[in-house]
């Protein structure tokens, strides 16, 4: 069996054994950087997150990722405690304790802070949330294309938990990969309450037929920004893009497959239960999009 690969997967970087992480207003050393068993993180997965990358000095699309950020926190009633001016010089003082100027990731976490008793109740939270920035230096590397295994969890219904919530509530999605990973390949290929082609695991999905770009309608997956940005410059490159509802049926028979995150970019699937897709490697498009989206990035952060 191949080993299995991560859309997260990068070079070893000895670097980051030394990192410094921002908590709570404070860079501390990594092994410094502990927070109490009682977090509401910890104890409930009661938090949001966000992943920038940064790119010559420069994060990437940071406006837009605070943004969704402090959406995210809006709508579980989270008050931050910082604007977002702070929330990204906190960002940019982690960067440079770090002396970080290229190839770096950064995840920045936000619970609703350690609680008073353990247990489920927001209001046991009463001392405010407890803000985390980890920051390593990493350059993704993946040997070759991924491989999915359709999995039986689904992406539910917004009044259960939103999917496009980036929570720390995950266990949902780490199933889907456990039960993928069982399956033999490497991410999950999830799907909505429908039936439909969704999302995997970690990234959204898309899939390329006939010189066509679809993905899924958006209803059910992360409202991924990397996602956006490739639907984006396909419609300015006049290259056909949709959103919408499309079957297993419909993604077995395409001729190129792909992932967006802000991590990974857009990494190739070449397989799908077992099938092979289109060549099993990088086509054509997806790589013509990848290029597209590096023109984007050295705009962005040139």
Known sequence: ???????????????NKDI??????????????????????????????EGLRLYNNKWAFCDEHIDRLFEAALAIDLDIGLNKRDVIE?????????????NAHARLMITRGPKKRPFQHPALSQDGPTIVIIMEH??????????????????GLPMTQDPKLNSHSKLNCILACIAAEKAGADEALMLDINGFVNTTNACN????????????????????ITRQKVIDICRSDG???YEKNFSLVDTYSADEAFLTGTFGAQTPVGSIDGRSIGRGELGPITEHIRNLYKQLIEKECG
Request: aromatic fraction near 8%; proline fraction near 4%; charged fraction near 20%.
């Open 205 to 224: 999905f898309f899939i390329v037929k006939k010189g066509e770009v679809w993905t899924s309608t958006g209803d059910y997956c992360m409202n991924g």
């Open 138 to 155: 990493s350059v993704p590397k993946i040997s070759r294309s991924i491989s999915l295994a359709t999995v039986p969890h689904l992406r």
């Open 90 to 102: 906190a960002l940019i003082k982690t960067q440079k304790s770090n002396l970080m100027e290229n």
């Open 1 to 15: 069996m191949t080993a299995s690969v991560s859309t997260h997967q990068s070079e070893e970087d000895i670097r």
């Open 239 to 241: 290259l056909p893009v």
């Open 20 to 49: 410094l992480i921002y908590l709570n207003g404070k860079i501390v050393p990594k092994n410094e950087a502990v927070v109490s068993v009682y977090d509401s993180g910890f104890m409930l997965g009661d938090g949001v997150w």
